[in-house]
């Protein structure tokens, strides 16, 4: 079931880019909209999450929502090698709190 | 920093052993969650756990997994006949309440062979 869906890259762009992520969900009872960054080897860590449309902030990081589309975007300003990372998008319903995931997409910031 | 940690970090085992993969949550932490990503594939909800009873679980986890706390720290997942198909990285995370805000630990990779 192609519930949320992500291009997994990768994605390579040089040190200080603009960089945006994106995914599509299908699902129209998602409420919640989540980013998560997954190190080589390690866990997902939670960076951000929206409720609804909108935009939500967090220094470097932008987290937007589109409902209407059903178009959930992540843009990290002045990129770093340390933001080298998989992204993982995800969204789960207003009656849980459980995240449906997109596949991620590898990101690459080269000095 | 306290997190989530989990042994060990590389399993092996052959086809219908049973293993049991072990969490370490954060200590306060009231709710815990398994996860596991096939290699190459989507990170999927397997089970949560709540005051010693699953709250939630999907379809994936069947009559062959099973889940407990077996004193005030630890957090197991068991398997109890593994498949090929259950190789894969399993990620324990744990969060204070019901939340968005899960922590999850750095994974163990199962090899079933």
């Known amino acids: 079931q192609k519930e949320v869906e992500q291009d997994p890259g990768p994605l390579s762009v040089p040190e200080g880019a603009i960089v945006s992520l994106n995914c599509t969900y299908s699902n129209s009872a998602f409420q919640y909209f989540m980013w998560y960054r997954q190190y080589s080897r390690k866990g997902p860590e939670l960076l951000m999450y929206t409720y609804s449309s909108g935009n939500k902030e967090d220094g470097r990081f932008t987290a937007q929502v589109d409902k209407s589309s059903k178009y959930i975007s992540l843009f990290i300003r002045d990129s770093q090698p340390s933001d080298s990372a998989t992204y993982l998008c995800?969204?789960?319903?207003?009656?849980?709190?459980?995240?449906?995931f997109g596949r991620g997409t590898s990101l690459i910031v080269h000095p | 920093e306290p997190e989530v940690t989990q042994t060990p970090s590389h399993q092996v085992t052959q086809m219908g052993q049973e293993v049991i993969l072990r969490c370490v949550p954060i200590s306060n932490h009231l709710y815990f969650y398994w996860y596991r990503q096939i290699l190459g594939q989507k990170v999927e909800f397997l089970v949560s756990f709540y005051n010693n009873e699953i709250s939630e679980k999907s379809e994936i986890f069947d009559d062959q997994f099973s889940v407990e706390r077996p004193d005030g720290s630890n957090f197991t997942l068991k398997i109890r006949s593994t498949k090929l198909e259950d190789s894969a990285m399993y990620f324990c995370?744990?969060?204070?309440?019901?939340?968005?805000?899960?922590?999850f630990g750095p994974g163990t990779r199962l090899t079933v062979l």
């Open positions: 995370a744990s969060s204070v309440s019901v939340s968005h805000e899960q922590f």
């Open positions: 995800a969204a789960s319903s207003g009656g849980s709190y459980i995240p449906t």
